[in-house]
């Protein structure tokens, strides 16, 4: 696996900008930072049989009491635990698959996208970005999805369906939010039971992020 230079060498946001704004959320050099002129999104895209369309029909039945907003919460935390369960043909469980996937989301991390946070799940992807100015997130989902499906057919041989066409994302609220997103994502390994600590899941940013801090608290020393 070829990791992005933007990740092995995040630079630490100055605490003004240059024309004496507020900096946003910044870090010493190992923690992802937030431009707050720009809008910091989550993402979830998954296999196109990871999750099947009945399930997401008995959940609607299911949830039909429920006001719009509690009905949405609890469809997504459903989803998500049952995306955990690996269901479908979990074509990520294949190294060459989760290398190829985890790849393209970083080719382009600092031209069209500043990727806060990122894990490559057995059926799914999350992921933490901020658009670069011209990059709709529509955009660069297509692209990611597209480049990984024609590559991950061809190594597995096969044709056909790859993703799901739905892709799940929300705007980050404010600080916490940010953060509470980082924990998740980088922890839904250890939560799926694939791994002890979320350093330990190869296709993730806590792995680079913990080997990027050790780097630095030797340089502190």
């Not at 990791?3 to 630490?12: G, P």
């Not at 050099?29 to 029909?57: C, N």
């Not at 946070?117 to 990059?135: K, R």
Request: with cysteine.
């Amino acid at each position: 696996m070829q990791v992005s230079d933007n990740w092995k060498k995040r630079t630490v946001s100055p605490k003004t900008k240059a024309d004496g704004s507020p900096p946003g959320w910044y870090s010493r050099g190992y923690l992802p930072h937030f431009d707050a002129g720009e809008t910091v999104q989550t993402v979830t895209f998954r296999l196109f049989d990871s999750l099947p369309l009945s399930m997401l029909e008995q959940w609607r039945r299911e949830l039909a009491h429920l006001s719009a907003k509690e009905s949405e919460v609890e469809r997504r935390k459903r989803i998500e635990a049952y995306l955990d369960r690996g269901e479908g043909s979990a074509w990520m469980n294949d190294p060459r698959i989760s290398d190829k996937v985890q790849e393209a989301i970083l080719f382009f991390d600092g031209q069209r996208y500043r990727l806060q946070a990122w894990v490559v799940m057995p059926n799914h992807v999350h992921a933490l970005l901020t658009p670069c100015a011209g990059w709709e997130l529509g955009r660069i989902l297509h692209s990611w999805k597209s480049f990984t499906a024609n590559e991950c057919n061809k190594l597995l041989n096969r044709s056909g369906e790859f993703w799901q066409t739905e892709t799940f994302d929300r705007y980050v609220r404010d600080e916490r939010h940010y953060h509470n997103a980082i924990v998740y994502i980088e922890n839904n390994p250890v939560k799926a039971g694939l791994c002890d600590k979320p350093e330990d899941w190869k296709w993730s940013s806590a792995r680079i992020r913990a080997a990027a801090k050790s780097i630095d608290d030797e340089r502190s020393d």
